[in-house]
């Protein structure tokens, strides 16, 4: 390709992936910028890119992997940014396939891995999830809404790193803000190796964090989508209820008022949220 690439790989205590890795980018991409962000490693992560002679970015301590991402995407000066793990997950010669779909005219392609590609069936369930919601939110087929491995718009990317989290679900929030702003993204089927090490996400902890994914989707992209069909929801028990208590009892009751009351209140939250929405994108396209 004609544009500088940049590779930014975030990293924390992944000295012996980043051992194997990096040769084989440095054999691959020789004239691509390779960054490796060091998220407080405590592992010898920096001497690894030194002997590689790899630029490494250090955080005195660890942000995330979303800050990580964020450091990266400053610190790179290519016209095209590839994100991807150190963990050995992600393919260098995949690459080249990425860039192959980005050429055809797209802002953002992110590797899509096939359902055997993640480490358990609740992944798989979550991803799947997170998938279809998603792809009812936007109406364009969401094939990978969690993967860590894409080509990206360096300029477009940049955008939006103000609205990045510093937690792992970075690529949910800048997947859905591509949408909202109406750039393309496509998709580049990949198959995912299993990861070298032991993984940094708490099931527990992270589950929880995942579960809120789902409204965080919603609410970048339209909220009154979500908004309004909870709405909807206590609007209608409110209905039935009332139904059910007036022929029984032949009374408006206070549960029927309090569902009623709670239809309206969702709604125009839903109202707010979707107004604010979009003067963030609207502040965001007056940025270009």
């Known amino acids: 390709m004609d544009k ?8 924390k205590n992944e000295a012996s992936n980043l051992d194997k890795l990096l040769p084989k980018l440095r054999t691959l ?7 490796v962000v060091d998220d407080g490693s405590t592992d010898n992560t920096v001497q690894v890119c030194e002997a590689q002679t790899v630029k490494s970015v250090r955080h005195p301590y660890s942000k995330g992997n979303g800050a990580a991402i964020k450091t990266g995407a400053q610190a790179a000066s290519g016209e095209i940014i590839i994100f991807m793990d150190a963990d050995g997950q992600h393919k260098p010669g995949d690459i080249e396939h990425l860039l192959r779909k980005f050429n055809e005219g797209y802002h953002m ?13 609740g992944r798989r369930l979550a991803n ?6 998603s792809s009812w939110m936007t109406g364009q087929q969401i094939l990978d809404l969690t993967s860590g491995f894409r080509a990206v718009n360096a300029k477009k990317f940049r955008e939006f790193l ?10 949910t929030t800048i997947t859905m803000a591509f949408f909202r702003a109406g750039y393309s993204v496509g998709y580049q089927p990949i198959e995912a190796l299993k990861r070298g090490g032991k993984s940094h996400i708490k099931p527990l902890k992270d589950g929880i964090r995942f579960l809120l994914i789902i409204f965080k989707v919603g609410t970048l992209y339209s909220p009154l989508k979500v908004f309004f069909p909870l709405s909807l929801l206590h609007l209608l028990i409110g209905i039935g209820y009332y139904i059910y208590t007036f022929i029984n009892s032949g009374r408006f009751t206070n549960m029927s008022a309090l569902l009623f009351t709670t239809s ?25």
Do not use: C
Not at 29 to 35: G, N, Q, R, T
Not at 128 to 133: E, R, S, V
Not at 162 to 171: I, R, W
């Open 264 to 288: 309206i209140i969702i709604f125009l939250i839903g109202l707010v949220s979707e107004q604010i929405t979009s003067l963030i994108y609207s502040r965001t396209g007056n940025n270009k």
């Open 128 to 133: 799947g999830i997170y998938n279809t919601l």
């Open 162 to 171: 103000h609205m990045l989290p510093n937690g792992f679900s970075y690529p």
């Open 4 to 11: 500088k690439l940049s590779i930014v790989i975030p990293a």
């Open 29 to 35: 991409y020789s004239e691509a910028e390779i960054i």
């Open 109 to 121: 392609v992110i590797g899509a891995r096939s359902s055997s590609s993640h480490a358990s069936i």
